[in-house]
T-cell receptor
Framework: GQQVMQIPQYQHVQEGEDFTTYCNSS?????IQWYKQRPGGHPVFLIQ?????EVKKQKRLTFQFGEAKKNSSLHITATQTTDVGTYFC???????????FGKGTMLLVSP | DGGITQSPKYLFRKEGQNVTLSCEQN?????MYWYRQDPGQGLRLIYY???????QKGDIAEGYSVSREKKESFPLTVTSAQKNPTAFYLC????????????FGEGSRLTVL
């Protein structure tokens, strides 16, 4: 089956610092989605990447899909306390019908 | 408002008892999913259904059962055969089979005493 590794598992930053989480797959992907889960909440969809090398931005968030479509990253510029939560990547492999979720990166932001 | 409703939000059960978690959606989505979340484990797929009267096992289906008699409803039964049932259970739906974003309910937290 598809193996997904997400790193780091946890990161604690000061407000204003940047943050990056990485997602690596053992197989070539058809697409990848990213979700955010606030403490005590449920996952909320952020974005989907489909094309090789694709880069998408949402305000301070930048999402990248690797050229080989095996990895992806989420970068947050100048973190804010509202960014606190766990960020999950959810790749979809070629030929697979369901998403596989990474274990997530928990982000803590201190004011 | 359109969305996914899970109930109950919190549930306590004794060992050896079956329990059914409700999931209802009014988004007119074809596909529905059940995930289990444990601390540090991410989300693991239990069962999914892409059309009424059909469903497939996910990665951790043992000890669980589902039904999909109506498009709007996808209840999950945690049976006494599930060895470690204490977890946070999330129901989700998506508009299309095999593609599209997932819309999650608020979850049901099950504790086995």
């Amino acid at each position: 089956g598809q193996q997904v590794m997400q790193i780091p598992q946890y990161q604690h930053v000061q407000e204003g610092e940047d943050f990056t989480t990485y997602c690596n797959s053992s197989t070539t992907l058809s697409n990848i989605q990213w979700y955010k889960q606030r403490p005590g909440g449920h996952p909320v969809f952020l974005i989907q990447l489909v094309k090789s090398g694709e880069v998408k931005k949402q305000k301070r968030l930048t999402f990248q899909f690797g050229e080989a479509k095996k990895n992806s990253s989420l970068h947050i510029t100048a973190t804010q306390t509202t960014d606190v939560g766990t960020y999950f990547c959810a790749p979809r492999g070629s030929g697979y019908s369901t998403l596989t979720f990474g274990k997530g990166t928990m982000l803590l932001v201190s004011p | 408002d359109g969305g996914i409703t899970q109930s109950p939000k919190y549930l306590f059960r004794k060992e050896g008892q079956n329990v059914t978690l409700s999931c209802e959606q009014n988004l007119n989505h074809d596909a529905m999913y059940w995930y289990r979340q444990d601390p540090g484990q991410g989300l693991r797929l239990i069962y999914y259904s892409q059309i009424v009267n059909d469903f497939q096992k996910g990665d951790i289906a043992e000890g669980y059962s589902v039904s999909r008699e109506k498009k709007e409803s996808f209840p999950l039964t945690v049976t006494s055969a599930q060895k470690n049932p204490t977890a946070f259970y999330l129901c989700a739906s998506s508009p299309q089979r095999n593609t599209g974003e997932l819309f999650f309910g608020e979850g049901s937290r099950l504790t086995v005493l």
